[in-house]
Nanobody
Framework: QVQLVESGGGLVQPGGSLRLSCVAS????????MSWYRQAPGKQRELVAV???????KYASSVKGRFTISRDDDKNTLYLQMNSLKPEDTAAYYC??????????????WGQGTQVTVSS
């Protein structure tokens, strides 16, 4: 079993910055793609950014140029640096990981979410 634990959310003013972290632990051989999703009240969960094991990143058009996804595989940790935050970035942010485990298993996992609120 694998656990993903996010941290770093909070209340920030428009134009401010936050850095989210997601630490993976458990029966991990390697972590493939890692992603950040977000879900605002009354809306569907949407992909914010994804990073491959090789370090290639893609972003939703709404965050491109403001958010940066990165990972530290030595620490099994995923990051999301969020700059120039806007009220419409307010949402619960979820970490997702595609994990290869022992005995050639492969599963995807979700974190519990961390709330980001952008408001003056």
């Amino acid at each position: 079993q694998v656990q993903l634990v996010e941290s770093g959310g909070g209340l920030v003013q428009p134009g401010g910055s936050l850095r989210l972290s997601c630490v993976a632990s458990g029966s991990i051989v390697s972590i493939n793609d890692m992603s950040w999703y977000r879900q605002a009240p009354g809306k569907q969960r949407e992909l914010v950014a994804v990073i491959t094991r090789a370090g290639s990143a893609k972003y939703a058009s709404s965050v491109k140029g403001r958010f940066t996804i990165s990972r530290d595989d030595d620490k099994n940790t995923l990051y999301l640096q969020m700059n120039s935050l806007k009220p419409e970035d307010t949402a619960a942010y979820y970490c997702h990981a595609d994990v290869s485990g022992y005995w050639f298993s492969r599963n995807d996992y979700w974190g519990q979410g961390t709330q980001v609120t952008v408001s003056s």
